[in-house]
């Protein structure tokens, strides 16, 4: 954030432990060295900023695909599970795992 490396720790340091609030100012700053969106910095929890990122990180056809996808998948009390339970097999089950559960809907 160009506040040199002590400087830069104790403040990074106290934003952490919430004993002192960034302001919006410096948020953009802090986002684009840690080479992050700013939502990221702003996300409720880990989870959440887990798919900010991921979001981030696709291109402009895959973000249209997930702005669509994640609200069904909300929505769908079925199809969410499903998808759930499919990513903890194992990565050589998966893919047909998956084609099953294309076939199926």
Same mark, same amino acid.
Do not use: G, Y
């Given at each position: 954030m160009g506040l040199g490396k002590e400087k830069g720790s104790s403040r990074i340091n106290r934003y952490e432990h919430q004993v002192t609030a960034i302001g919006f100012d410096n948020l953009g700053t802090l986002a684009q060295a840690l080479d992050v969106p700013v939502a990221y910095l702003l996300a409720d =929890? #880990?989870?959440? /900023? =887990? #798919?900010? *990122? %991921? &979001? $981030?990180? %696709?291109? =402009?056809a895959q973000r249209d695909a997930l702005a669509a996808l994640i609200p069904m998948l909300v929505q769908d009390d079925a199809l969410l599970p499903k998808l &759930? +339970? *499919?990513?903890? *097999?194992? +990565?050589?089950?998966? #893919? $047909? /795992?998956? +084609?099953?559960l294309a076939e199926s809907a």
């Open positions: =929890d #880990a989870a959440m /900023a =887990d #798919a900010i *990122l %991921a &979001v $981030s990180q %696709a291109n =402009d &759930v +339970k *499919l990513l903890q *097999l194992p +990565k050589r089950e998966q #893919a $047909s /795992a998956l +084609k099953t």
